[in-house]
């Protein structure tokens, strides 16, 4: 098990910038792939943007594909979401998550496959 902390969310204009954070902590020993899921108020949470633990494999839903970025840096147990183009549809509660995996480069797009989650971060793209 892991734990997962979101930052660097908060208030921002349309087209402006914002790159979130997820530290982790724990068993970060093990292999973790990892996502990014975001909630609307009164929507359900949806899939953003996944990274494998190996070979830097990553994919993005559709509505934002060419905007957002994700990454990871092993040494610092840190996985980002740099986030361009941001417009007002964008605004939500942003999640990471992470699934134990065995050294393998898989991605995973649905909340059911992944075990841990941070409590989450709040973006708002004003227009």
């Known amino acids: 098990q892991v734990q997962l902390v979101e930052s660097g969310g908060g208030l921002v204009q349309a087209g402006g910038s914002l790159r979130l954070s997820c530290a982790a902590s724990?068993?970060?020993?093990?292999?973790?792939?990892m996502g990014w899921f975001r909630q609307a108020p009164g929507k359900e949470r949806e899939f953003v943007a996944a990274?494998?633990?190996?070979?830097?494999?990553?994919d993005y839903a559709d509505s934002v594909k060419g905007r957002f970025t994700i990454s990871r840096d092993y040494a610092k147990n840190t996985m980002y979401l740099q986030m361009n183009s941001l417009k007002p549809e964008d605004t939500a509660v942003y999640y990471c998550?992470?699934?134990?995996?065995?050294?393998?480069?898989?991605?995973?797009?649905?909340?059911?496959?992944?075990?841990?989650w941070g409590q989450g971060t709040q973006v708002t793209v004003s227009s």
């Open positions: 998550a992470a699934r134990e995996v065995s050294y393998n480069s898989g991605l995973y797009y649905h909340r059911y496959e992944y075990n841990d």
């Open positions: 724990g068993r970060t020993f093990s292999s973790y792939a």
């Open positions: 990274i494998s633990w190996s070979r830097g494999r990553t």
